[in-house]
């Protein structure tokens, strides 16, 4: 599989009824750990005082991010998405932990 840095800026539409969002949010919460568990979702944070997430993620290949990652997202239509595949760099120390 390939990894990619995904940034996400979720925007929610002006006037979307509160408990849509609170469903939507707490899915989008359960299909995270879902794409964790199948090695699709690597790390997330979020900036200090900022409402984008900042990821790495694994697909095949950047149509199956898009497909079948990200486009599984409960949060996906509310969402856009700037990707960068990555790869390996040689001074890599690996992870850590």
Do not use: K
């Amino acid at each position: 599989m390939n990894e990619f840095l995904v940034e996400l800026t979720t925007a929610i539409p002006e006037g979307t009824d509160p408990a849509e969002v609170d469903r939507r949010r707490a899915a989008e919460a359960v299909r995270a750990r879902e794409l964790a568990e199948q090695g699709r979702l690597l790390r997330l944070w979020r900036p200090v005082g900022e409402t984008r997430s900042v990821g790495v993620w694994r697909a095949d290949d950047e149509s199956d991010l898009w497909s079948n990652v990200l486009g599984s997202l409960p949060l996906w239509p509310w969402m856009t998405a700037e990707v960068t595949p990555l790869r390996p760099h040689p001074n890599d120390p690996g992870p850590t932990g």
